[in-house]
T-cell receptor, first 115, second 115 residues
C-alpha cells in the first residue's frame, strides 16, 4: 500500500534560516503529492502540491519538487519567519480517477522558528 | 472558493451521550467526504470515506456502530459519535473532494472532549 515517511521533528530554527523537511513516499503508479500546514488548534491548509514528475509546487516562499527517481517531495524555504511555526504534513493521493482520492499522510514535522 | 466548514468547533459532553459533528462544503459539491481523527502531536488517521447517497466505507479497526456517518447531500456529511466515552476525546477533521476532482479541502476541525 501507499506510505509517506517524513523527517522526524521537532525542528527548531532561527528566523531567516534555511528550511528543509524531507519527505519520501512509496506508491504504485503516479500519485499526486501535497504539503499541508497545521497551525495550533486549527485544521489543515494546503500549502502546495504537485501532480506529476518534475513538477515544482510553490507557495508563500515554500517549494517542493516531485522527484520520481528518488520518490521524494522535500519541502524547502530559503528564509523562515516566526509565523511559519506550525506542523507540516506531507501527503499523497492516488491519481485523479482512481481510488476515490484517499490520502495518505506522513506523521507530521513540528517547526518552531525563534526570533 | 473550496471552503469546508465544521460545526461545532468545540464540544464538551458527558460520558454516554451522543455527539453529532457536521461537515459542509460551502461553495462546491462534494460527492466524497473523508473523516479523520487526530490525537495530540500525531498524524491524521482516516476513519471513513463518506459517499453521497451510499453507505460509508470504514477503515479497519473503526467501529461502524460507534461512529455513524451520513452523507445526505452533496454538501453535507455528518459524523455522530454514539455513547461517547473519554477515550473518544480527540480532534476530528473532515475533508471534501470536489465532484470530478482529486484534491481534498479540509475543514477546521472539531475538538471533542468527553468527561
Amino acid at each position: 500500500g501507499n506510505s509517506v515517511t517524513q523527517m522526524e521533528g521537532p525542528v527548531t530554527l532561527s528566523e531567516e534560516a534555511f528550511l528543509t523537511i524531507n519527505c519520501t513516499y512509496t506508491a504504485t503508479g503516479y500519485p499526486s503529492l501535497f504539503w499541508y500546514v497545521q497551525y495550533p488548534g486549527e485544521g489543515l491548509q494546503l500549502l502546495l502540491k504537485a501532480t506529476k514528475a518534475d513538477d515544482k509546487g510553490s507557495n508563500k516562499g515554500f517549494e517542493a519538487t516531485y522527484r520520481k527517481e528518488t520518490t521524494s517531495f522535500h519541502l524547502e524555504k530559503g528564509s523562515v519567519q516566526v509565523s511559519d511555526s506550525a506542523v507540516y504534513f506531507c501527503a499523497l493521493s492516488d491519481p485523479p480517477g482512481t481510488n476515490a482520492g484517499k490520502s495518505t499522510f506522513g506523521d507530521g514535522t513540528t517547526l518552531t522558528v525563534k526570533p | 472558493g473550496a471552503v469546508v466548514s465544521q460545526h461545532p468547533s468545540r464540544v464538551i459532553c458527558k460520558s454516554g451521550t451522543s455527539v453529532k459533528i457536521e461537515c459542509r462544503s460551502l461553495d462546491f459539491q462534494a460527492t466524497t467526504m473523508f473523516w479523520y481523527r487526530q490525537f495530540p502531536k500525531q498524524s491524521l488517521m482516516l476513519m471513513a470515506t463518506s459517499n453521497e447517497g451510499s453507505k460509508a466505507t470504514y477503515e479497519q479497526g473503526v467501529e461502524k456502530d460507534k461512529f455513524l456517518i451520513n452523507h445526505a447531500s452533496l454538501t453535507l456529511s455528518t459524523l455522530t459519535v454514539t455513547s461517547a466515552h473519554p477515550e473518544d476525546s480527540s480532534f476530528y477533521i473532515c475533508s471534501a473532494e470536489r465532484t470530478g476532482g482529486y484534491e481534498q479541502f479540509f475543514g477546521p476541525g472539531t475538538r471533542l472532549t468527553v468527561l
